[in-house]
């Protein structure tokens, strides 16, 4: 039997749950933040290891997860319902100053995937929501009527690594014009908007293992969740926030995640290539940039584990640990 039970319809299996907590955890009296909650897998592996006097403060901006995590009854744990790029803010609300390890595992969670009132997926007919928090936000639908043809091409383009970018914002303002003008009926359901890209695409693509509309999904649902953005944000606050020792490990699903991720730690492993100013020489050793994050490691699911949940297939974590603090006044 395998290790790793094939997850239920609905159910979220956390990819890489036992070797993200491994790697997190440096101090088990320590604080933690896991700033994707989902259905709470690695938080629940994190109490189960986290000493009495461990906290561990959780983020979701689906109010459905934080619903989840009220269910948890420990002492220990505390979730909010925002954005992991107001982790700084609301870490400050808490009195937080300093954390041990902040935990990201980025994307879409499988109940949000699952469900299709939530629109996510092109697999199962549902309103173009794509919305990971529903109570606020433009959703996919509105934001389809009205862009104009230069912003979709360029979102579809940029977000989804579309090649036929331009061909798809194409059909796309032409359905829209044709319900404007001529009655028909606008895109509303997933199932409208992979028909359209299917059609447009047409025998051009050659990649059979996947539907001609995958792309395009993930293009709309990054823009509209402002997920790159989002992320970008979010990991300098966490790196800011971490204790010398502390861990940042980060779960990417695709290329743009890791790449955003792999930059990161590369600029603060190596602060004197980023800063982009090399033409003055410094005059003391702490006006020398300093790095400050060390690559520590880059794992991938095992064979087991990809075999019994085809979603982890496509995970990279790459984890850093903060080793010091920038001088005081130094030139970054």
Request: charged content about 25%.
């Amino acid at each position: 039997m395998s290790r790793f039970p094939s997850p239920r319809a609905g159910e979220h299996r956390s990819v890489l749950a036992q070797p993200a907590v491994d790697h997190v955890l440096t101090d088990l009296d320590g604080t933690y933040v896991d700033a994707t909650f989902g259905r709470g897998g690695h938080s629940r592996l994190i109490l189960e290891r986290l000493a009495q006097n461990g906290r561990l403060i959780a983020f979701d901006r689906d109010p459905q997860a934080v619903e989840a995590g009220a269910s948890i009854a420990d002492p220990r744990f505390h979730i909010e319902h925002t954005p992991f790029s107001r982790l700084r803010v609301t870490l400050d609300t808490l009195s937080v100053t300093r954390v041990h390890g902040v935990l990201f595992d980025l994307g879409v969670s499988s109940p949000q995937i699952d469900d299709p009132l939530r629109g996510f997926s092109l697999r199962a007919d549902g309103p173009l929501d794509m919305r990971m928090d529903p109570s606020r936000g433009e959703t996919a639908a509105d934001w389809l009527a009205r862009a104009p043809f230069e912003e979709l091409a360029q979102v579809i383009r940029e977000d989804g690594e579309e090649r036929f970018a331009a061909s798809i914002a194409k059909a796309i303002v032409a359905r829209r014009a044709d319900a404007d003008t001529r009655g028909g009926r606008p895109l509303s359901t997933t199932a409208d908007l992979a028909a359209l890209v299917a059609n447009a695409v047409g025998r051009s693509r050659k990649d059979a293992a996947q539907h001609p509309a995958t792309r395009t999904f993930q293009a709309i649902r990054i823009h509209i969740n402002r997920e790159l953005e989002e992320l970008a944000s979010a990991l300098e606050q966490a790196a800011a926030l971490l204790a010398t020792g502390g861990r940042l490990v980060a779960i990417s699903f695709h290329s743009l995640e890791d790449r955003i991720v792999k930059r990161f730690i590369e600029a603060h492993h190596h602060p004197e290539r980023a800063s982009g100013d090399q033409r003055r020489l410094p005059l003391r050793a702490d006006q020398l940039p300093r790095a400050t994050l060390a690559a520590i490691a880059r794992v991938y699911p095992d064979e087991a584990e990809m075999a019994a949940n085809p979603r982890a297939r496509s995970a990279v974590m790459r984890v850093a640990e903060r080793t010091a603090e920038p001088w005081p006044g130094a030139h970054r």
